[in-house]
């Protein structure tokens, strides 16, 4: 990711962050991984009114949109055959979001 504008030459501020929480399961434990998405700007470009060009760095894509679910919490095996449970939330199950 470049972090200079074409345009104006100039090096970008980063203008705000984007943060996105999801629980990481391990057993026996569960821990909160924060994903933190940085969004930069062009100082020049704003104060000189050329058309602001905003960059955002890359996030991991969520399991579940909108939701706290890790790649890790889809696939634990929670022992369906002790529990009685479902190995897996079935299909089109709704899944609570956390933390809204």
Same mark, same amino acid.
């Given at each position: %990711?470049?972090? +200079?504008? *074409?345009?104006?030459? /100039?090096?970008?501020? !980063? %203008?705000? $962050?984007?943060?996105?929480? !999801?629980?990481? +399961? =391990?057993?026996?434990?569960?821990?909160?991984? !924060?994903?933190?998405?940085?969004?930069?700007?062009?100082?020049?470009? /704003?104060?000189?009114? =050329?058309? $602001? &060009? =905003?960059?955002?760095? &890359? %996030? &991991?894509? #969520?399991?579940?949109?909108?939701?706290?679910?890790?790649?890790?919490? %889809?696939?634990?095996?929670?022992?369906? /055959?002790? *529990?009685?449970? #479902?190995?897996? =939330?079935?299909?089109?199950?709704?899944?609570?979001? +956390?933390? *809204?």
């Amino acid at each position: %990711m470049s972090r +200079f504008v *074409r345009v104006a030459r /100039e090096k970008l501020h !980063e %203008m705000s $962050t984007e943060v996105r929480r !999801e629980l990481k +399961f =391990i057993p026996p434990q569960v821990n909160v991984v !924060e994903h933190i998405r940085y969004v930069y700007g062009c100082r020049r470009c /704003e104060q000189e009114a =050329i058309s $602001t &060009p =905003i960059v955002t760095s &890359p %996030m &991991p894509t #969520p399991v579940v949109p909108g939701s706290l679910v890790s790649p890790s919490m %889809m696939a634990y095996d929670y022992e369906p /055959e002790v *529990r009685g449970q #479902p190995a897996a =939330i079935p299909a089109g199950a709704a899944v609570p979001a +956390f933390g *809204r």
